[in-house]
């Protein structure tokens, strides 16, 4: 959930993280500081955010972003919030990313590969995908985590589960995951 600010509004509205770079260059008088919706579960989302954008005035930036949000995120058949949405799976970090990346260059011995060798080198790790998915299943395939990721995922399995259980509301779900990972 993103808490936008305007000098006249403040409001939350669902967007993806990775967006909000962008977003922050079309919508220059809007202030993103927190993002938490793709914590919710995807059933809820665009319910969550009808009801955020209720609130919204008619016209105005803060009324265009949350257009913007609803086209582009929510109504969109690309970008469907099951997809985005991470409620109950392990978060993985830019860690792992960075991690099969390094994998990927020692498998490759030298880097700036010309194309075609790129593509057999990616070629021959997607066919090693169904040997790791089993591995997985069987419990043989671990990955490590710090520590402090560890205790980060369970705060937000402790959310999940809470919410799960009507404990909580989204609301509070949402203030909760968002302190998880950006306090203020």
């Given at each position: ?5 305007t ?87 830019n ?41 997985v ?48």
């Amino acid at each position: 959930m993103l808490w936008l600010t305007t000098t006249k509004q403040l409001i939350a509205t669902p967007v993806v993280a990775g967006n909000i770079e962008g977003v922050k260059l079309v919508f220059l008088d809007i202030n993103i500081t927190n993002c938490a919706a793709a914590f919710l579960p995807h059933d809820d989302i665009k319910e969550t955010f009808d009801e955020l954008s209720c609130k919204v005035g008619v016209i105005g930036p803060v009324r265009e972003f949350m257009d913007y949000v609803d086209q582009t995120w929510l109504q969109s058949p690309v970008w469907k919030t099951e997809n985005w949405s991470v409620f109950g799976r392990s978060i993985r970090t830019n860690n792992d990313v960075e991690g099969w990346h390094h994998k990927l260059n020692r498998r490759a011995k030298k880097g700036n590969l010309p194309f075609y060798l790129l593509i057999s080198l990616l070629y021959s790790e997607a066919n090693e995908i169904p040997n790791q998915v089993q591995l997985v299943k069987e419990g043989k395939l671990k990955r490590y985590q710090r520590k402090q990721v560890r205790k980060l995922q369970g705060r937000l399995m402790k959310q999940w589960e809470d919410y799960n259980e009507k404990k909580i509301t989204t609301g509070q779900l949402l203030k909760k995951c968002s302190g998880i990972y950006a306090p203020v």
